[in-house]
């Protein structure tokens, strides 16, 4: 990635690499969005297969990170080549993504989850917090759990049911 100095050039910032298995080809196509969000392709990794990968920049920041890594919803993915071009609307609202083997273009909409936080007060004795009357999480890697200013450990200091932080 590169951004620009103070200067107004550009300068190399990071370097980005795919962390899926069989990655080869990562960046053969590429489109950024209007402010904080880019497609990426890797269309020959995994054997043919290929994937594409959502990347974001916070407004302000120089980070770019992987957000999601896609790969082909079709159920026969042999040679798909998919994220072989890739587009995004100039809102960041929609992804494109083709995979000519499949003769199909593949739309992914961005779906902003709004941030949610609720604090418990203990007792000291309690060790089970019901969330789900309070908020709504999906996954594990959702969820930050703090004690004092203390961030604990999934599944070694806290675990998580289908309603409630043990």
Request: proline share 1%; net charge negative; hydrophobic share 35%.
């Amino acid at each position: 990635t590169y951004v620009k100095n103070a200067d107004g050039e550009y300068a190399e910032n990071s370097i980005l690499t795919l962390n899926a298995d069989g990655t080869l080809g990562f960046g053969n196509a590429i489109q950024i969005g209007y402010q904080n969000w880019a497609i990426v392709g890797a269309s020959a990794s995994g054997s043919n297969q290929g994937y594409a990968v959502a990347i974001y920049r916070a407004t302000g920041s120089t980070t770019f990170e992987e957000r999601q890594l896609l790969t082909s919803p079709d159920g026969d993915t042999s040679n798909a080549e998919f994220g072989y071009s890739v587009t995004i609307s100039q809102d960041e609202r929609w992804m494109y993504v083709s995979a000519p083997a499949n003769n199909s273009v593949d739309a992914y909409g961005r779906v902003d989850v709004e941030t949610q936080n609720v604090v418990y007060i203990t007792d000291g004795v309690s060790y089970l917090y019901n969330y789900s009357d309070y908020i709504q999480i999906n996954a594990d890697e959702q969820l930050i759990v703090k004690v004092g200013n203390s961030i604990k450990i999934y599944n070694v200091d806290y675990t998580v049911n289908a309603t409630s932080v043990v």
